[in-house]
């Protein structure tokens, strides 16, 4: 195969950078296709990035014999039915988190995954793909800081966001599916272990209107992982200095810290406020070069005709354990798994 021909779907907040990023930065890769059911949007960014096909309709998208891969980056109510789809059409799949926006719906994707084992399929969870976290986890992985005794990571939005993250509230599944997915994923990941308990708090300490949806603007959970390691998971929505992405992991021999102070770059500013680090603004710029590099797997396992490590399994396990932590959170009962 020369390059690999990719269609993107769904040009949003994270799409658009997605197909950005395909156009120009991904190696071995050709952004062929595009669909949004946005037609403006669409027409002005194929011309834009120089897109041969432009599709309103995903299903036609699929029969497009020029478009060796699928890149999913629609509403995540769409993920798992598109993963059947596109698989059973011949086509490669990237999907974004999450997996599914239920468990019976993830299991019906990984269905669609076993039955097509000559197609590549991999799910997003771009953070084990930033430099940082992926450097702190060879390290753990090397036993540098010992047994993990305790995983700690945040996440959290800034408050100046709030008005859409209320009006996304009913359909994202809750701040531990939503939000947290990626602190699951990256607790799994690093300390290669499954939770056994959970026990969940929170509430809506500044903006009332998540409790229509049983959530909260802040909510965090305790779990106990079979291996004794000890996991508190933070989402929040109200941040005021920006987006706050941090993880701790004392282990028994040593500490890491990824991100203690989130920091947009290494500028210093000295003004009238003191001194201070500015933060990064939002999720894109974090990770502007994690979804890079996950995409790039992506690209580089169809070429090299292997697997993604990252697996179907592992959004239907982050999504079964989302959905236990809201349980707690719902019930303030300690759950176990
Ligand atoms: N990994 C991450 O850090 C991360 C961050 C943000 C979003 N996401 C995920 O990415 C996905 C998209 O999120 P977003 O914030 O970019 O959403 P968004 O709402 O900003 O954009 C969705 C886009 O999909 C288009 N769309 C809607 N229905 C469609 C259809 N049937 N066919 C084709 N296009 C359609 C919309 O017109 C819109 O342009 C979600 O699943 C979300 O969970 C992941």
């Known amino acids: 195969m020369n390059k690999v021909r990719v269609g993107s779907v769904g040009l949003g907040r994270l799409g658009m950078q997605h197909a950005e990023n395909i156009a120009g930065r991904i190696q071995n890769a050709e952004l062929a296709a595009l669909c949004d059911v946005d037609k403006p949007k669409l027409e002005e960014t194929a011309k834009r990035l120089g897109v041969q096909y432009r599709f309103s309709i995903f299903e036609e998208m699929i029969t497009c014999k020029d478009v060796d891969a699928i890149v999913l980056v629609s509403p995540s109510a769409l993920h798992t039915r598109q993963i059947a789809a596109a698989m059973n059409a011949g086509k490669h799949v990237f999907s974004e988190k999450p997996l599914g926006v239920t468990v019976a719906e993830c299991k ?57 993250s209320i009006a996304f509230a009913p359909f994202s599944g809750g701040e531990f599916l939503d939000m947290a997915v990626h602190d699951i994923d990256l607790a799994r990941w690093f300390t290669g272990s499954e939770p056994e308990t959970v026990y969940a708090i929170g509430g809506c300490y ?106 179907v399994y592992d959004g239907t396990r982050v999504s079964e354990i989302a959905y236990t932590c809201k349980a707690a959170f719902e019930t303030g009962e300690l759950i176990r798994f």
């Open 206 to 311: 500044a903006h009332p209107e998540f409790a229509v949806s049983n959530d909260g603007d802040n909510v965090s959970c305790l779990l106990k992982f079979k291996n004794d390691c000890m996991v508190f998971l933070f989402a929040g929505r109200t941040a005021p200095h920006g987006y706050n992405v941090e993880t701790e992991i004392i282990g028994t021999k040593g500490i890491l810290r990824i991100a203690s102070v989130p920091q947009k770059n290494l500028v210093e500013i000295l003004d009238s406020y003191g001194v201070r680090k500015e933060c990064s603004e939002n999720f894109l710029e974090r990770f502007d070069t994690a979804y890079v590099n996950e995409v790039q797997e992506f690209v580089n396992c169809i070429v090299e005709k292997r697997k993604p490590l990252v697996t």
């Open 108 to 164: 019906e994707a990984e269905k669609a995954v076993e039955a097509h084992p000559d197609l590549v399929f991999m799910l997003g969870f771009m953070r084990r793909f930033d430099e940082s976290y992926k450097y702190a986890h060879d390290k753990v992985a090397a036993g540098e800081i010992g047994k993990p005794i305790l995983f700690r990571s945040y996440s959290q939005d800034p408050e100046k966001f709030i008005a859409g």
